[in-house]
């Protein structure tokens, strides 16, 4: 079955940075797209990034564009997550996601948080 595993979350001060990873199984890597979402409890999960299945597009949200950077590898079925810069308001469970068909599959997500 589809699964999808993030790690690579924790507390972090201000400016500093993290990589996550999602690690993937179950369907054909890629074929889709991929997108890491993030969610503040209480909150409607926000997309951050997407990526294209080759790889050669990316999108961002306004928030995160240019501190950011999302990125794959397709051998390993992995999308990562770099971030720079990190400020308190970027605190949040990050989730990835795929949609295949008519389903969107979610990982547990990883908690990252901004604070000094």
């Known amino acids: 079955q589809v699964q999808l595993v993030e790690s690579g979350g924790g507390l972090v001060q201000p400016g500093g940075s993290l990589r996550l990873s999602c690690a993937a199984s179950?369907?054909?890597?890629?074929?889709?797209?991929m997108n890491w979402y993030r969610q503040v409890s209480g909150d409607e999960r926000e997309s951050v990034a997407w990526i294209a299945n080759s790889g050669g597009h990316t999108k961002y949200a306004d928030s995160v564009k240019d501190r950011f950077t999302i990125s794959r590898d397709n051998a390993k079925k992995t999308v990562f997550l770099q971030m720079n810069n990190l400020q308190p308001e970027d605190t949040a469970a990050y989730y990835c996601r795929v949609v295949i068909g008519t389903m969107a599959y979610w990982g547990q997500g990883t908690q990252v948080t901004v604070s000094s």
């Open positions: 179950g369907f054909r890597f890629d074929y889709y797209d």
